[in-house]
């Protein structure tokens, strides 16, 4: 959770124009290699060595590869650097710093407003999208933890299990550059997380219609399920990794995007078990997945009637000029 929290507060610190865009460039790199490469590596790693030994291959790999590389390339904000976001520097047109507000060139849909860390916990929208988030990583957790089961139970087999990784990961690709596009297209997080939050309730519902399908249909239900939760999962991780900037600024943005994450590490710890018992009380996972699509569903439609910015509560503390449209 901390490193996916300073990877996504790094982007933001650094772009702000074409903060969707870049986001979900870093996001496919991410999808191709945790559904694409790594789940096939871990695979033939738990079969050769075993799952101790797969464990101490990726601790030797943590250190020695993704620690240095993190010390390397990872910088603080750009105006440590005398920068400013989008590799603009202060008092070029379009973009103007905190010092120097009472420059009016820009247009007025650039001005980028600081809020309170106050002023955050007191917006309704930060609960509104961290809640469904919430919803978001304990319905998707589920699904993943028990992806195998439920094929079994499904009666699909290994073969085409694996075979829906890659799959899982095109999709995924995909579906992370299209919603950052339509981030910097549409600027309104609100309508491409409603779109994530339908997609989830559909894979989560195809689910039971697959275990209670028969044979010569489950294996395309199975690939419905999982372009529905790969298109869904981009989706909603684009717009968790950028509405805190885009809504409230980058001042705070550390510990606003560390409070939502706390709520996403959460829903992913406690969204497997209600399942698993699910399962062991009623001898299937239809019930449980039955019910789980219910939730993101409701998300959706309360995103949309609550999630707007809103207000910003009490003094304005700091303006910059960067990317702001309307949200």
Known sequence: GNLMNVSVTEINYWWMKRRGFVMGVAGSVVSAAMLGIIPL?????????????????????SWCVMAPLGWILFRGKPEEYGLLPDAMVPGETGLLSSDDPSDTDAPPELEEVNWTTHQILRSRSFYVFALSDLIIAGTGTAFWFHLRPVMSEAHVSDRIVSALYPTLALVSIAGRLISGYLIDRTHSQRWVLAIGLVLQSVGLSLVPIMLNTKSPYRTALAYMVAMAMGTSGSFCANVRSTVYAEYYGRKYLGLAQSLASSLTVFGSAIGPFPFGLAKDVTGSFALAFRVAGVFPLLAAFTVLAFGRRGEQIGRVEAKTRGNYGSV
């Open 41 to 61: 590596v871990m695979m033939h790693l738990i079969e050769s060595v075993g799952w101790r030994g797969t464990y101490v291959v990726l601790a030797v790999a």
